[in-house]
């Protein structure tokens, strides 16, 4: 069993920053890669960001620049810094750890709200 836990979602003005974090937790074996996606009310999820286990990043095209993933494999968390936030980045965040290469899993966490307000 695998166990993944989001936290440091909250509400935030404009132009503020949070940061992300999550945890993984149980038989992790091979971390593939970890990303962080997101869902708007009335939206599909999106990718926001993503890191594989080497340390390559991909970004939404929407946060270059304003946010930065960065991990640590042998505690097995991913951060998300978010700055100069916009009210278009409220949405609930969720946190994915794909495990496996062969064979790939994803894991989820619950998801965190973040509210950015104008």
């Known amino acids: 069993q695998v166990q993944v836990v989001e936290s440091g979602g909250g509400l935030v003005q404009a132009g503020g920053s949070l940061r992300l974090s999550c945890a993984a937790s149980?038989?992790?074996?091979?971390?593939?890669?970890m990303e962080w996606y997101r869902q708007a009310p009335g939206k599909q999820r999106e990718l926001v960001a993503g890191?594989?286990?080497?340390?390559?990043?991909n970004y939404a095209e929407s946060v270059k620049g304003r946010f930065t993933i960065s991990s640590d494999n042998a505690k097995k968390m991913v951060y998300l810094q978010m700055n100069s936030l916009k009210p278009e980045d409220t949405a609930v965040y969720y946190c994915?750890?794909?495990?496996?290469?062969?064979?790939?899993?994803?894991?989820w966490g619950q998801g965190t709200q973040v509210t950015v307000s104008s």
């Open positions: 994915n750890f794909r495990l496996g290469y062969e064979i790939r899993r994803d894991y």
């Open positions: 149980g038989s992790i074996f091979s971390i593939n890669a």
């Open positions: 890191i594989t286990s080497g340390g390559s990043t």
